[in-house]
């Protein structure tokens, strides 16, 4: 067919909606579609919205990685709304390898130009490089970068510090306007954390202007103290919740807090071999500040630390996360009795709480007057699988001997929550006027909903 006789081409109306609805129809095909991307020809006016949504999260695992991603900084940087540059073994700690990852390339001066450009960034994860943490915190970065920033997580030994949690390393997070929930992995032995003495200079560590070529810079004149304007030693970021994690238990760790405002949301992760939440309670010095605390034991079949007798100071604590791992018997007659104004508890996976503690928090005489919700996160994660009538071909999924399809996942109660101690326990939020929520709740409609499912599977076969 000659070009005389082509049929016009037809009117692409979709790229003539506003700009608002456009993206609002592609972010919604890319979560439909868990992440994949429209398919056949588009129109090039079209193109940045397909662009937005393949580049609003970026994972970055090396440096060869990163350098190609600075090279296209210009035309890539505006889209990234999530970024996480994770340098090194991911189990460095574990293999006996240096935690930081470094190398030259791409250099601090090219990584500057780069992070001015993330005008969209909501999310930033840095770990195993001291290097870039360094740099984002240096006027060069933070005072011209990041309009958008929600939550900074930094993960590396901050080996240059003698004392990673001395907060004028910190007032830089001042210059992130928007910055709501910061994340800090100190990942170091606790014993090479110390208090410098005065008059001793540092070793020099690669400035944020270094070309590239090895230029370096002291990062203070003395060792230990901070690189920080004197006006600027006072400020105080926005910070709402502080995720701590690392070498906690060493006596100056808590000087971190000191960085945020109250009230504040934190949360303290216990990893084998480098942190200890109990010392690091012990050492606050406004626990008052405190008016949600979470602590999470990664590993509470080799380690444990109970709180139990370290939470009367948190005279502010309105809402309360723990897991296995960080509590005994006695917290529920040392500390839950105690008048606080605690309306919101939980309890964490595998946690060892038994259904008459629970009641005990519910109803009578010891129960938490101001409670409004308690979560029950102690059993295993739940899925209600397919039922008969949605597969009347049989095609999806293989049955069990009581005729029920076997992709249903349940609960595995354990001797001190059995299902009737936990019924017992919803049914006394009920009438307490005490929200129960959380995985126990939904393990008990999955066990409901499958009780259901073997009696039609018995009626079809009767």
Not at 27 to 46: C, H, P, W, Y
Not at 243 to 265: N, Q, W
Not at 278 to 293: D, G, M
Not at 358 to 382: A, F, H, P, Q
Request: net charge negative.
């Amino acid at each position: 067919m000659d070009e005389a006789s082509s049929p016009p081409l037809e009117r692409d109306h979709l790229s003539t909606l506003p700009r608002e609805t456009l993206a609002s129809i592609f972010d919604l095909v890319f979560e439909l579609n868990i992440g994949k991307q429209m398919t056949g020809a588009i129109n090039r006016s079209l193109l940045p919205y397909t662009r937005h949504n393949q580049l609003k999260r970026v994972r970055i695992w090396s440096w060869r990685q990163l350098e190609l991603l600075v090279d296209g900084a210009a035309e890539l940087g505006e889209f990234i709304e999530e970024l996480s540059l994770a340098m090194g073994p991911l189990f460095a700690d574990v293999l006996q390898l240096p935690q930081d990852v470094e190398e030259p390339s791409p250099s601090n001066a090219e990584l500057v130009p780069f992070l001015r450009t993330l005008k969209r960034l909501r999310n930033l994860a840095i770990k195993r490089t001291t290097r870039l943490a360094e740099l984002i915190l240096s006027p060069q970065v933070s005072d011209h970068s990041f309009p958008s920033l929600n939550s900074l997580e930094l993960d590396a030994s901050f080996s240059h510090w003698p004392n990673p949690f001395e907060p004028c390393h910190w007032t830089q997070l001042d210059a992130l306007s928007s910055l709501q929930s910061f994340t800090l992995m100190v990942a170091r032995d606790p014993s090479s954390i110390y208090e410098p003495e005065e008059g001793v200079i540092v070793e020099e560590v690669d400035s944020p202007n270094a070309d590239g070529d090895g230029a370096r810079a002291a990062d203070s004149a003395q060792e230990g103290s901070c690189a920080c304007e004197e006006g600027k030693k006072s400020a105080q970021p926005y910070i709402e919740n502080l995720v701590l994690c690392g070498a906690l238990g060493h006596p100056l760790a808590s000087r971190i807090l000191e960085i945020a405002p109250k009230p504040i949301t934190l949360v303290l992760i216990y990893e084998f071999g480098t942190s200890t939440f109990a010392s690091f309670l012990q050492q606050l010095r406004h626990p008052e500040r405190i008016c949600s605390l979470s602590i999470y034991n990664d590993v509470p079949d080799e380690d444990e630390e109970h709180v139990d007798d370290l939470l009367h100071p948190f005279s502010q604590l309105d809402n309360l996360t723990l897991s296995a791992g960080t509590f005994g018997p006695s917290l529920f007659t040392r500390f839950l009795r105690n008048p606080l104004p605690l309306s919101h508890l939980t309890f964490g996976p595998d946690a060892p709480v038994t259904a008459m503690q629970l009641l005990g928090l519910i109803e009578g005489s010891s129960r938490l007057s101001l409670l409004e919700t308690l979560t029950l996160d102690m059993v295993n994660e739940t899925c209600r699988g397919t039922r008969i009538q949605e597969d009347a071909g049989g095609v999806l999924c293989s049955s069990t001997e009581d005729g029920v399809y076997d992709d249903w996942v349940r609960t595995d109660w354990e001797p001190w929550l059995p299902r009737e101690g936990a019924e017992q326990v919803v049914r006394a939020g009920k009438k307490a006027g005490v929200e129960v929520k959380g995985r126990v709740l939904d393990a008990l409609r999955v066990e409901a909903e499958y009780e259901a499912e073997v009696e039609y599977a018995r009626s079809l076969r009767s």
